[in-house]
């Protein structure tokens, strides 16, 4: 009788469900053995070993991410830590463009600049920083935008 006969006859089955996948993954993640945590769920390490796979396989890490130091084996990155990582990856890339482009503003430029372009420009400004700062755009930022195209409007006069 071969492996695959013998865990017929003795009860294991050769797939978990997604929740159990999930519980799986956590388990080996903290330091359980794939032997321990297939017995654990009724199932072969080599089942555990295959939900661990394609668990690496299904995430995204990006090409220059740090390798996550542990002290504990199989410890493997998150998507919400992978994800968290590429945002925190672009929003600092952004902040280095958008302080090159804020900074390369001149005062010539400023005055070239009609009065539809200064309140777009200043919108987007806006919104950019309530987005990466998280913060909710309330009615002080609208008023703010609307005292500043007055006072653009006033000096045009």
């Known amino acids: 009788m071969n492996r695959c006969e013998q865990g017929k006859i003795m009860g294991r089955v050769s797939s978990l469900i997604e929740k ?8 080996v993640q903290s330091g359980f053995t794939q032997a321990k945590v297939g017995s654990m769920f009724n199932v072969s390490a080599y ?3 295959r939900v661990v796979k394609e668990y ?5 890490v990006p090409v220059d991410a740090e390798v996550m130091p542990s002290d504990k084996p199989n410890n493997l990155p998150t998507k919400s830590q992978n994800i968290t990582a590429i945002k925190e ?7 280095q463009s958008v ?7 001149t005062d010539t430029d400023l005055e070239k600049a009609n009065l539809q372009q200064k309140a777009v420009s200043a919108g987007i400004f806006f ?11 309330t ?4 008023h703010t935008l609307v005292g500043a195209i007055r006072r653009s409007t006033a000096e045009q006069d």
């Open 56 to 60: 690496k396989e299904s995430q995204v």
């Open 20 to 27: 159990d996948k999930e519980k799986a993954i956590a388990l």
């Open 47 to 49: 089942v555990i070993g």
């Open 127 to 137: 919104d950019k920083v309530a987005l990466i700062r998280s913060i909710n755009q």
């Open 99 to 105: 302080d090159r482009i804020v900074d390369s503003i």
């Open 89 to 95: 990856r672009f929003a600092d890339k952004f902040t």
């Open 139 to 142: 009615v002080d930022h609208k």
